[in-house]
């Protein structure tokens, strides 16, 4: 099986490959969809920065308790603009307040953990607050979904549920395991099927999530297409009616029959 150090790493580099790309296109979109995308990218590339601390962290190239503490407020704050970029999809409200004090109270609460020196907690802790923000973000794409791409909203909402559950059972770790998770590199099979399922949701629900841009670009464009920009209203399908051919003009207005082959003065 693949090691921890190296699951963090890949889901690090796949996280900023994909904000890359994300952060290239997005100017090519309308403007409701371009700001989703770039919260999407944004929120992406928070998140694999929480990685890539916990891998520089490990290779000793940055001290441990400043990566630990950034890297989960990093996360947190990255699945939050994940929201946020849902949230914008779909032209609901959110308060920037709430969300501003969530980032700030997970970064005190890291702070007092690592002060506290209680490596156990912060795990647990940490866990239980990346399963919230997850089933928060699961809640906002299968609440009230466009009729359109109903499925696909269905199937990226179930996705982010399961990786939510898996959150979930890590924040409750020390109940069932005889050695409990001390370190985010921590080897052990919670940790490996964790960050396993996180590799492999990642990369499918990237592509979730270009269907869903995918189909409300469609819907945008039907909507521009069908009403009228200033009025907002339902534009008529035009109707071409083709002239008939001048002999069958002459026949129907002389009374031709073709019975009798006779015409009608």
Same mark, same amino acid.
């Given at each position: ?28 979109? /309308? /403007? ?7 919260? $999407? ?84 802790? *940490? ?16 609440? !009230?979904?466009?009729? !359109? ?17 898996? $959150?979930?059972?890590?924040?409750? *770790? ?9 370190? /985010?590199?921590?080897? *052990? $099979? ?52 083709? /002239? ?8 129907? *207005? ?12």
């Amino acid at each position: 099986m693949i090691d921890i150090f190296t699951l963090l790493t890949i889901i690090a580099l796949v996280c900023y490959g994909k904000a890359g790309v994300i952060f290239l296109i997005a100017s090519q979109y /309308p /403007p409701r969809l371009m700001r989703a995308m770039r919260c $999407w990218a944004l929120g992406v590339l928070m998140m694999g920065t929480d990685f890539g601390l916990l891998v520089l962290s490990d290779l000793g190239l940055i001290p441990e308790s400043p990566a630990l503490g950034s890297a989960v407020t990093l996360g947190v704050g990255g699945a939050l603009l994940v929201f946020v970029a849902v949230q914008e999809i779909q032209e609901r409200s959110y308060s920037k307040t709430a969300l501003t004090v969530s980032v700030l109270l997970t970064a005190a609460m890291n702070a007092y953990v690592l002060y506290l020196g209680s490596a156990e907690l912060r795990i647990v802790i *940490n866990s239980a607050l990346s399963s919230m923000v997850t089933f928060l973000i699961a809640f906002a794409l299968l609440r !009230s979904a466009p009729q !359109s791409g109903r499925s696909i909203y269905r199937v990226t909402g179930t996705l982010t549920v399961v990786v939510g559950l898996v $959150w979930g059972i890590r924040s409750a *770790n020390p109940l069932f395991l005889h050695h409990p998770i001390l370190s /985010p590199l921590s080897d *052990n $099979w919670l940790q490996q099927v964790t960050f396993t399922v996180l590799l492999v949701g990642t990369g499918i629900m990237s592509l979730c999530f270009g269907l869903i841009f995918a189909e409300e670009l469609n819907a945008e464009l039907h909507q521009l297409a069908s009403f009228d920009a200033l009025t907002r209203i339902y534009r008529e399908p035009l109707k071409i009616r083709i /002239p008939c051919s001048p002999i069958r003009s002459y026949r129907k *207005n002389s009374g031709f029959r073709a019975q009798d082959g006779k015409i009608r003065g």
